[in-house]
């Protein structure tokens, strides 16, 4: 009777180590599918901001202090964006992108008030308050999933599989 017993403990673990398995890999393919449309809507800004810089370099070229920074700053986050697209969820990926994206933000305030409140500004300006309000909405959902995984990564006794399987916590953007 005590190797029936020392089977069903056996059994017990190999199921409960399965089960974690199953469930670390389930979270951290939900992160990856929520970069897709990160992804998407980060491109979408991207291209906006690049219309806004050109449009505003267009018609008053001292409203953009340094051109050749902002442009720096667009393909610092693109090359970003890229690397993250290859590693979702990755720490080291989505800090990237995270501190390039503050960069940009950065750069973009340095451009005129006035030139970007210009009329024939209005219609890109509000394409691009849309564009970021949807990046903001898939960032906040891809986050609420790198936290559920980053929780699971790191509970008791689930961190032993993670460990031995070489689960490592997300990165949030």
Not at 31 to 57: C, H, K, N, Y
Not at 79 to 92: E, Q, S, V, Y
Not at 112 to 135: D, T
Request: charged fraction near 15%; aromatic fraction near 8%; glycine fraction near 4%.
């Amino acid at each position: 009777s005590a190797g029936l017993i020392t089977f069903a403990v056996a059994a017990l673990l190999i199921f409960w180590v399965a089960g974690a398995y199953n469930r670390l890999v389930a979270l951290r393919n939900g992160i990856v599918a929520l970069f897709g449309p990160v992804d998407e809507q980060f491109r979408a800004r991207q291209q906006l901001v690049r219309e806004q810089i050109e449009a505003v370099a267009t018609m008053a070229p001292d409203a953009v202090p340094a051109p050749e920074a902002l442009h720096a700053a667009l393909a610092q986050a693109d090359a970003a964006c890229a690397h993250a697209r290859t590693h979702p969820g990755a720490a080291g990926a989505t800090a990237s992108l995270r501190l390039a994206d503050e960069i940009l933000d950065a750069a973009r305030a340095r451009l005129s008030a006035e030139a970007l409140a210009h009329a024939s500004l209005e219609e890109v300006n509000a394409r691009l308050v849309a564009a970021q309000a949807s990046l903001d909405f898939t960032r906040r959902q891809f986050n609420e999933a790198v936290t559920a995984y980053n929780h699971a990564v790191r509970q008791f006794p689930t961190w032993i599989v993670a460990a031995l399987f070489g689960f490592r916590p997300a990165g949030f953007f």
